[in-house]
């Protein structure tokens, strides 16, 4: 432990001569100046250069992860968009992009139904049409490229897409719980002539919410 606490903070320290060693008299660097001091400190004192910037980025990390990293390195060589607004746009593209691609997929599986997996079920190669594979391998790309850019549209908010899932995720647990508690209370079955109970119980989760 001793061993470990040592090297994070000799770290802390080398990556950080603007915090622990400046210069007497010197004026505070601007924001970009430390970021490139320690981008630099981390290429040439602790040899981690890559020629390419994106390989700097695990390949172990977790998608949502690895797409923040990944983009945020291309940022720094200015490879960006100018505003979140243009972010955005970009993310409405995809998102229509996506549309015409399911509408494929949906038009090859009512043409060949034995391809279908049913409703929610991911599948990427059906064994029944060749047609409705290539469909639903170009849907999954298309919906790649949206979550990229979702992604994207986070960072650029100064938001930590992974912490704002990880919310989203505690909060669809928390609300959908309460539905099936009052479903169960109710004696009503889950099924889609009930979905109108279903959201009735969700915005009374979403009130109680509020309460506290």
Known sequence: MADVLSDVTDKLVRRHPHVFGPEPGSRPLEKAAVNARWDDIKNSVEGRACSNVLDQVPLGFPPLLRAYKLLSKA?????????????????????????????????????????DGGRGTPFTRSAQNPAADSAQLHLEEEIGDLLMCAVNLSRMHR?????????????????????????????????????????AFWQEAKREERKD
């Open 75 to 115: 940022a720094k060589l200015h490879f960006d968009w100018e505003s979140a607004a243009d972010a955005r746009a970009k993310l409405c593209e995809e998102l229509a992009e996506v549309d015409e691609a399911a509408d494929t997929v949906a038009a090859e599986l009512a043409a060949h139904p034995a391809a």
């Open 159 to 199: 938001v930590d897409p992974s912490l704002a899932l990880d919310r989203a995720n505690r909060k669809f647990y928390r609300r959908f719980s309460f539905v099936e508690r009052r479903m169960q209370e109710s004696g009503l079955p889950f099924d889609d002539a009930h979905l109108a109970e279903m959201e």
